[in-house]
């Protein structure tokens, strides 16, 4: 009877980091932006994706597609490469500006045919999100219409193709255009939401003298993905209220975090490390906000 029990002890004690672990699952991407320094020529980027996922990053979010390809991949090899270490494409970076020409004529078509390529590829590559990370502070507020026009026309024909758009924020997005309009109230009010979300970057908006949570209750669901960061490492600086921020992540309309992180205190591999064990260790970071 005794060594009964202690069969049972054994394979309790064995079972148990399992057990801790399988509690502390979530459903975290990561912006390889993040590892940027790690991915270089003659590197092994196969095994870096290895190591996000032991880490327990669940998810990736590309920030370097060049005509057609994902970190010199092909749509299909960067999908096959996420999936063989244990993760899933979730979304990507990417942007192309208006010329002048085209801010003054209106006229965003040849613009548009690079956008048929690349949401082709995005396709490929299995992206659920596609994102443009930057638009620097319009001249006017008619070039700032204008670029709502042209994301609205990006986002639909994203939608066409089974995906989302959505605009990334920094904190210039907060100064007023002519004086007049300030650009992130402008660019919500003015495009239309069923072609184009907002992945906020909640260190930014703090940056820009903003609260996340002010923004989620103007502006209820149009926040479907946030990008979590700090000044490094996260929850390092204490300066962004992540708890408030994810317990109003149902009012912004959440269904996915981006995990980001910029500047380091530490190397590389440590600081995403460290900030994946934040989020993973947060109880007010839920398992998952997928749909």
């Known amino acids: 009877m005794k060594f009964r029990y202690l069969l049972i002890l054994f394979a309790f004690?064995?079972?148990?980091p399992q057990a801790v672990d399988a509690k502390k699952k979530k459903d975290v991407?990561?912006?390889?932006?993040?590892?940027?320094?790690?991915?270089?020529e003659g590197s092994?980027?196969?095994a870096l994706l290895k190591k996000l996922a032991k880490m327990g990053y669940s998810s990736v979010e590309a920030a370097n597609y060049n005509d057609g390809k994902f970190y010199?991949?092909?749509p299909e090899d960067f999908k096959k490469a996420v999936?063989?270490?244990?993760m899933t494409v979730l979304s990507s970076h990417c942007s192309r500006g208006l010329s002048?020409?085209?801010?003054?004529?209106?006229?965003f078509s040849e613009s548009l045919k690079w956008w048929d390529q690349c949401i082709a590829a995005h396709k490929a590559a299995g992206m659920k999100y596609i994102v443009t990370p930057w638009l620097g502070v319009p001249k006017t507020v008619k070039d700032l219409q204008t670029y709502c026009n042209y994301f609205n026309e990006i986002g639909k024909r994203c939608k066409e193709n089974g995906m989302l758009y959505g605009y990334h924020n920094h904190a210039h997005e907060f100064e007023k255009v002519e004086g007049k309009e300030v650009m992130y109230n402008y660019m919500l009010e003015n495009t239309n939401p069923d072609y184009v979300f907002f992945q906020m970057d909640v260190y930014w908006v703090v940056r820009g003298q903003n609260s996340p949570v002010d923004y989620f209750k103007k502006y209820p669901g149009r926040f479907k993905i946030l990008h979590i960061k700090d000044d490094r490492e996260l929850g390092q600086s204490g300066m962004v209220g992540f708890d408030a921020i994810f317990k109003n992540a149902a009012t912004a309309g959440v269904q996915n975090i981006v995990?980001?992180?910029e500047r380091y205190s530490c190397p590389v591999e440590e600081s995403v490390k460290e900030s994946i064990d934040y989020l993973l260790d947060a109880p007010f970071v839920k398992a998952s906000y997928r749909k």
Request: charged share 25%; proline share 0%; net charge negative.
């Open 29 to 40: 991407t990561i912006q390889l932006y993040s590892v940027r320094d790690l991915i270089k």
């Open 83 to 86: 999936e063989d270490a244990g």
């Open 72 to 74: 010199g991949l092909t």
């Open 259 to 261: 995990a980001e992180i």
């Open 13 to 16: 004690l064995i079972a148990l």
């Open 100 to 107: 002048d020409q085209e801010l003054a004529s209106g006229d």
């Open 44 to 46: 092994d980027f196969n």
